[in-house]
């Protein structure tokens, strides 16, 4: 019997070159991709990490399950935006 592990998570915007960034000072790294989100999280008095020491990966789980998450980061925003 075959089996295989898959990450099924929302896709990530970040790339692998950001990783050192992302441990360092997330909120400049998250800001260079999405520059109106400080501006949204203070207004529900959020913060954001200063660190994301990992970033999930659910490039298997599409190209093996078809699986595409409906909900990225960018639509959660979007909500706040609206909000």
Excluded: H, N
């Excluded at 075959?2 to 950001?18: E, K, L, M, Y």
């Amino acid at each position: 019997m075959a089996f295989d592990i898959f990450i099924i998570s929302g896709p990530t915007p970040f790339r692998p070159q950001d990783c050192a960034e992302l441990i360092a000072d997330a909120p400049s790294v998250v800001a260079r991709y999405f520059p109106d989100y400080s501006r949204l999280y203070a207004r529900k008095g959020w913060t954001m990490f200063t660190s994301i020491d990992r970033v999930y990966d659910p490039s298997r789980a599409r190209e093996r399950l078809g699986f595409v998450c409906r909900t990225s980061f960018a639509d959660v925003l979007a909500a706040l935006e609206e909000a």
